[in-house]
């Protein structure tokens, strides 16, 4: 399975939006809403920030929403904050029932 | 709260067989709600997904890794485990092991990870 495609970084100043997309194939995000997102600072464990496409985990800041449209999900945070600064990692349930991550993006907060 | 635990030799020789444990507190690993599954990620690399099973035994494998490795549960030590053989360098990683709902999603708890590197 290959992984998914994610633009290796992406930057923001306080206070913007800024959107990472994540595409697939019709075998895993395309055809499934099981696409979620994961944030992981350095020398963490990953955080869980959206599954189910959209679902915000309880504790999970507004600011992180999800969204898809056909083989591309996207992660998009506004309102930046220094805080946001990480690593972020989309995965995807595919149809050979296997998990599939991206090569992960990482953002700045200039 | 549930925590995740992962244990294991933080060394391997090349061609000999990785193992590690991960020990579930503060709830039961036979929860009908969830999966169990290993996650690695090479030094300053990517997320993978190594593979998942369910408490009945059920289990589920990253096809490029699917012929090196086996995922077993062990309900009564509320355990799960990772064997991965014949290792080489490539295997140098951190493994985390985490708890994934159905359709292996929402990875919502992982362990803090241990670090096993492939060397002689």
């Known amino acids: 399975q290959s992984a998914l495609t994610q633009p290796a970084s992406v930057s923001g100043s306080p206070g913007q939006s800024i959107t990472i997309s994540c595409t697939g194939t019709s075998s895993d995000v395309g055809g499934y809403n099981y696409v979620s997102w994961y944030q992981q600072h350095p020398g963490k464990a990953p955080k869980l920030m959206i599954y189910?496409?959209?679902t915000r985990p309880s504790g999970v800041s507004n600011r992180f929403s999800g969204s898809k449209s056909g083989n591309t999900a996207s992660l998009t945070i506004s309102g930046l904050q220094a805080e946001d600064e990480a690593d972020y990692y989309c995965s995807s349930y595919t149809s050979s029932i296997t998990v599939v991550f991206g090569g992960g993006t990482r953002l700045t907060v200039l | 709260q549930l925590q995740l635990q992962e244990s294991g030799p933080g060394l391997v020789k090349p061609s000999e067989t990785l193992s590690l444990t991960c020990t579930v507190s503060?709830?039961?690993?036979?929860?009908?709600?969830?999966?169990w599954g290993w996650i690695r990620q090479p030094p300053g690399k990517g997320l993978e997904w190594i593979g998942s099973i369910y408490y009945s035994g059920s289990t589920y494998y990253n096809p490029s890794l699917k012929s090196r490795v086996t995922i077993s549960v062990d309900t009564s030590k509320n355990q799960f485990s990772l064997k991965l053989s014949s290792v080489t360098a490539a295997d140098t990683a951190m493994y985390y092991c985490a708890r994934l709902g159905s359709y292996f999603r929402n990875m919502d708890v992982w362990g803090q990870g241990t670090t096993v590197t492939v060397s002689s």
């Open positions: 189910d496409v959209s």
């Open positions: 503060g709830g039961s690993i036979s929860s009908s709600y969830y999966y």
